[in-house]
């Protein structure tokens, strides 16, 4: 791991979070492919991508902006998994690691934005 952000714990949690969303895409129905699958994927990825691109900002100002996004989409991977569950596509308990994890990874980011 060559790059701050590779060291960061914040990220690495990003990660498996983000392996954690792969994990049950295929889970959900075909006709979701377009919508929920892809706003998932794509919020989920987000997460990661803003947390590496603002590691290298020049200002903390700028760090915590790229942040603030990665917060935002994950605030979205929540909404998705909150469909999810209510249109019954998988189960709480299916669901549970994954908003387990998700709430470390919000504190996470909370404490890092905050630190800067």
Known sequence: MGYKFQKLEVYQIA???????YSFLDKLPDFERFNLKDQLRRSG????????????????LEQKRFLNIAVGSFLETVACLD????????????????????????????AFRSAL
């Open 15 to 21: 990660l498996d979070y983000l392996d954690g969303i």
């Open 45 to 60: 990825t987000s997460i990661v991508l803003n947390i590496s691109e603002g590691s290298t900002s020049r200002s903390d």
């Open 83 to 110: 469909i999810i569950e209510r249109r019954n596509y998988l189960t709480k308990d299916e669901i549970k690691p994954m908003r387990k994890l998700g709430d470390k990874l919000f504190a996470k980011l909370q």
